[in-house]
């Protein structure tokens, strides 16, 4: 069977484990920001111990997600996702165990590594196994259980230790890893990509550039952006970085082609992602805070109350992914960061330490509309706009800028935070939420704008075009370990697309 014909209860089996994969790998983001006062109750532990509970999984997750990529191009595609998933399954059990806040950071660490290799693959296992008619559609799925997880990891970190107890955001990992696993041993089919081989240069720099600057953000506020080690991280990471970019334009075979960024498709949506996550982690980092901190309530309530922004992928992430199949990706991305970046002005002109629910609702739908509209189509953009035997890698790319973007919000809007107000009282919190929001409205706002750069119009069916690029691939039957049949490289340039 080859993948434009593959039969619907393999794509239906490919989008289910496949997202809650996602899910799982996206939710740890953020699920662990409510629980840190319980857990330093229970462990102890400095403020600095409690943050890199939150960075320790973070940085591996973000330098490694490249690699991950690359590993599963190189050793099968599911065989490389299965070892992923029992991974992180593992590193969450040892989280729930963990008799201190080191041996927590360390489970932490390795929960990232699990999540590296596994995140950037779920992409690539689902846009091989879905037609290429419904892609946008199965996209729209996963694109609305990721962004859920994303920001709703503070509604159930914060539900489940209140409730019940802060273990339990990580004991919650394991059964779900449990049954994923012979699921996608006997319904996931095994990929390669053709003739892929490691690029070692290419791996350390790109790793080594990514840990320096994700180490470097995550430290800033709390050693000081002129700190030895601080100062160290960006700039070695920076020069770093800078040499992967020449190793991509001179490399024979580099990990990621420097020429696929000439693609104004992939150029504009991975800026765009990029700056999409500065804008919307750093202010959902300061929101989620600011309902329990200014408004008293409970991290349960507060969550609940952030449900018009956190719910609202559901509902309607799946029809940005069938608009993206009909009209193109470009208007439907677009419009998308537009309303997110209004949602966050809107947020940045009513705080006030008294402000109701009800004059923070229109903000809140506005966000979660756009945020739902950005997600699916984005993915399809992403996979698009590069060959098929490049998918894995540019996967693993825009997801290591997403995180990044994540990181640097996080970093840049807590040092506005910490420069304009403080936890003394109701005011002072205020009065730092509220420019920090207007700078992640502004980063997302020029997120629109680089979307503009993916060419427009109604993307061609990709179906015929794939298949005057490269004869179909075979896929591997699922549950089989047999490789599916290379795929021969296009001769050609990678054409435009427009969108999904």
């Known amino acids: ?3 434009h014909h593959a039969p619907r209860g393999l794509a239906a089996w490919t989008i289910v484990i496949t997202s809650v994969a996602g899910f799982m790998a996206a939710l740890d983001n953020l699920v662990v920001t409510t629980a840190l006062p319980s857990i330093r109750a229970d462990l102890g532990g400095s403020l600095e111990d409690l943050e890199w509970t939150v960075n320790a999984y973070t940085l591996t997750f973000a330098v490694l997600l490249m690699l991950g990529a690359a590993l599963g191009d190189r050793f099968g ?9 029992t991974v992180f399954t593992g590193a969450s059990a040892a989280a729930a165990l963990a008799p201190g806040i080191d041996a927590l950071v360390a489970a932490r660490a390795v929960q990232g590594v699990g999540a590296a290799i596994m995140m950037p693959l779920t992409l690539t296992l689902l846009t091989a196994a879905v037609p290429a008619a419904r892609r946008g559609a199965a996209l729209g799925v996963f694109g609305a259980v990721t962004g859920l997880a994303v920001a709703s990891g503070p509604l159930i970190g914060g539900s489940l230790t209140e409730h019940i107890a802060w273990q339990w955001i990580f004991w919650l990992n394991v059964p779900v890893g ?11 089919a095994e990929s390669h990509a053709p ?14 550039g990514l ?4 180490y470097g953000l995550v430290n800033g506020n709390a050693h000081g952006w002129t700190g030895t080690r601080v100062l160290l991280g960006l700039v070695g990471g920076t020069v770093l970085l800078l040499a992967f970019v020449r190793h991509g334009f001179t490399a024979r075979r580099p990990m990621l082609p ?43 309530e507060a969550g609940l109350r952030m449900l018009p922004w956190t719910g ?18 470009r208007p439907v991305v677009v419009a998308g960061l537009a309303l997110q970046a209004l949602g966050l002005a809107a947020f940045a002109l009513v705080l006030e330490p008294g402000v109701s629910y009800t004059a923070q609702l229109p903000a809140l739908i506005l966000s979660g509309i756009g945020m739902a509209l950005y997600f699916a189509p984005a993915a399809n953009v992403v996979m698009s706009s ?14 290591a800028l997403r995180e990044v973007g994540g990181a640097l919000g996080i970093a840049v809007l807590g040092a506005v935070f910490a420069a304009r107000g403080g936890y003394a009282d109701g005011r002072q919190f205020t009065d730092g939420t509220v420019p920090a929001l207007w700078i992640g409205a502004g980063a997302v706002a020029l997120a629109a704008l680089a979307a503009l750069l993916i060419p427009g119009g109604r993307p061609a069916p990709r179906d015929t075009l794939d298949a005057q690029d490269t004869p179909p691939a075979q896929a591997a039957e699922p549950g089989s370990d047999a490789p599916a049949e290379a795929e021969r490289p296009a001769a050609h340039a990678p054409r435009p697309v427009g969108a999904a």
């Open 386 to 399: 590069v060959r098929r035997e490049e998918q894995g890698i540019a996967s693993g790319a825009n997801n």
């Open 312 to 329: 609202m992928p559901l509902l309607v992430a799946p029809v940005a992914g069938i608009l993206s199949d009909r009209i193109g990706g």
């Open 258 to 300: 420097m020429r696929l960024f000439r693609e104004r498709a992939f150029f504009g949506i991975n800026i765009a992602s990029l700056l999409m996550f500065l804008g919307m982690f750093g202010s959902i980092f300061l929101l989620s805070q600011f309902l329990q901190v200014v408004a008293g309530y409970s991290p349960t």
């Open 211 to 214: 840990f320096g600057v994700v």
């Open 195 to 208: 003739d892929a081989r490691l690029d070692l240069p290419g791996t350390l720099l790109v790793s080594g």
């Open 77 to 85: 595609r599911r065989r490389l996702f299965m070892a992923g998933l």
């Open 178 to 188: 449990l049954v994923l696993l012979p699921l996608a041993r006997l319904r996931l």
């Open 1 to 3: 069977m080859n993948e």
